[in-house]
């Protein structure tokens, strides 16, 4: 009898296991998900307000990638370049990726590129830093 409980609840455990890894799965699925329909409502979003302010927006290329990693959007304006990072909650770190990025973007283009980060939960840590 012991030994036919011990069985069950190792049953029972790797089971049990199994579920956890699915829903993990689901849920990472989930956030890559809200991750692309945030950056099609922010990227939207910045075009409209960069063309309600006069810029006439000449391209966009998303997923722009560079040396250090993809940039989630380049706008290219008739005045300016743009490189917008979006994140649902951004940290410190990601602005000197997006300053890092840049930098390497402003080297290919041969000329000033702005960095734009945005995003649902820019906190008043990294917006201080941000600043300088």
Do not use: C, W
Not at 55 to 77: C, F, M, N, P, Q
């Amino acid at each position: 009898m012991k030994q036919e409980l011990k069985d069950e609840i190792q049953r029972v455990k790797t089971d049990l296991e199994t579920k956890i890894k699915e829903v993990d799965r689901k849920v990472e699925a989930t956030r890559s998900d809200l991750g692309l329909v945030a950056e099609e409502v922010y990227v939207k979003n910045f075009v409209d307000y960069l063309q309600s302010n006069g810029e006439k927006v000449i391209s966009v290329y998303r997923h722009y990638e560079t040396s250090l990693g993809e940039i989630d959007a380049v706008i290219e304006t008739s005045a300016k370049v743009y490189a917008v990072e979006i994140k649902l909650r951004a940290e410190v770190s990601d602005v000197d990726g997006l300053l890092n990025k840049t930098k390497v973007l402003k080297e290919e283009l041969g000329r000033e590129v702005y960095p734009v980060l945005t995003g649902s939960e820019i906190n008043k840590t990294v917006r201080g830093y941000a600043k300088g």
